[in-house]
C-alpha cells in the first residue's frame, strides 16, 4: 500500500504524515516547503522511503523529488511512475475558485492507475455540491471509491499565515468577520482523524465536520495575542473597499479578494458557529496553547 498526498506543502498534511510514519506507512508527500521538512527527516530517521513532490520537482538532498502540478495534466502520471502501488491518495484543493474540473480529472486518472480510497480536505461550511471542494466531495460521492471529505473549521495556523504581517506592521488583525464566531481547530487533530480516514478498513464517516473544542471571535483572539506577544492588538472591521484594498496590495487577485471577503462576510452573520454546533468531531488542542507556542514567531513579531 502506497499513500499519495497532493499539495502536501500544507500546514495539514504535516502531521497527518507524522501520523503515517508511526504506522510505517509508505508515503508519497508533496511538497519542499518548511513544513514538510520536519517530516522529511523523520522518514529518513525511520528509513522509511519518502517521495517528495511539486510544481518544480526540486527536492533538497537526500530525498527524490517528482514533479506534480494540478494545473498541468501531463504531470498526472508522474507519481504512478515512481511508485505503481499508489492506492490511496489525500487530495488537497489548488487554490482557485473553481478547483473541480483540475481535481476531477487527476481523480479519474488516479482511478485507472487502481487508487481505490480518497480522503479530501474541504470546509465546515461547504455543502456536498456547493462551490470549491464541494463538488469534488459530491463528485467522490457519486463513484465507486472509497472516500471522507473532511470539513474542519478554520486552522489555527491561519492565524500565522494570514494575518502575522498585518499584526507585525499595524497590531491588528484586519478582516469583515465582526464578532462572529470560529470553531478553530489544530491541524494536529484534523491529522487524526485523517489518518483514521486514510487507514481505517472501513471509514466511519464520510462527511464529519470537525471543531476545536473552544469558539473564539477576532477580538479574544487579538486579547489572546496581546498577552502573549506583551502589547496591544487589536482586531477592526473593514468595509469592503478597505478590505479589497488591503488584500489587493498583498498581491491577492480580485476575484479572490471577493470571495474572502464573502467568506468573513458568512462569519459575521454566525455561518460558522451555526456549522460548529453541528459537529461531528470536537479537537483536543487549544488555541491559547497555539499561540503562546507560537509566541516567538518572527512573522508576527516587530523586529
Known amino acids: 500500500m502506497t499513500i499519495l498526498l497532493t499539495g502536501g506543502t500544507g500546514k495539514s498534511a504535516r502531521p497527518l504524515a507524522q501520523l503515517l510514519l508511526n504506522a510505517n506507512i ?20 525511520a528509513n522509511i522511503p519518502v517521495l517528495l513532490a511539486n510544481r518544480s520537482g526540486n527536492v533538497p538532498a537526500p530525498f527524490k523529488g517528482v514533479r506534480f502540478d494540478w494545473f498541468d495534466a501531463s504531470t498526472y502520471q508522474l507519481p504512478f511512475g515512481v511508485d505503481e502501488n499508489i492506492d490511496k491518495i489525500y487530495l488537497i484543493a489548488p487554490q482557485v475558485l473553481d478547483p473541480f474540473p483540475h481535481m476531477k480529472a487527476f481523480i479519474d486518472f488516479a482511478i485507472q492507475k487502481g487508487v481505490k480510497r480518497f480522503v479530501l480536505m474541504s470546509a465546515a461550511v461547504l455543502e456536498v455540491g456547493g462551490p470549491l471542494t464541494g463538488k469534488v466531495h459530491e463528485y467522490l460521492a457519486s463513484l465507486a471509491v472509497e472516500y471522507c471529505a473532511l470539513r474542519p473549521s478554520w486552522f489555527f495556523d491561519g492565524l500565522l499565515l494570514v494575518y502575522a504581517a498585518h499584526i507585525r506592521e499595524h497590531n491588528e488583525i484586519a478582516n469583515r468577520a465582526g464578532a462572529g464566531l470560529i470553531g478553530w481547530i489544530s491541524t494536529d487533530d484534523i491529522a487524526d482523524v485523517a489518518f483514521k480516514a486514510l487507514t481505517d478498513p472501513v471509514i466511519e464517516q464520510t462527511n464529519p465536520i470537525m471543531v476545536g473544542p473552544e469558539l473564539f471571535s477576532y477580538a479574544q483572539i487579538t486579547q489572546m495575542l496581546t498577552e502573549a506577544l506583551g502589547r496591544k492588538i487589536t482586531h477592526r472591521n473593514l468595509s469592503q473597499e478597505e478590505y479589497s484594498q488591503i488584500m ?7 476575484d479572490y479578494v471577493e470571495f474572502m471577503s464573502l467568506a468573513d462576510v458568512y462569519i459575521s452573520q454566525g455561518v460558522e458557529e451555526r456549522a460548529c454546533n453541528r459537529a461531528d468531531i470536537v479537537g483536543k488542542r487549544r488555541l491559547r496553547d497555539f499561540i503562546e507556542e507560537n509566541k516567538d514567531a518572527e512573522v508576527w513579531r516587530r523586529v
Open 26 to 45: 509508505r508515503l508519497f508527500l508533496g511538497g519542499t516547503g518548511k513544513s514538510a521538512r520536519p517530516l522529511a527527516q523523520l522518514l529518513l530517521n
Open 248 to 254: 489587493v496590495e498583498r498581491g491577492m487577485q480580485k
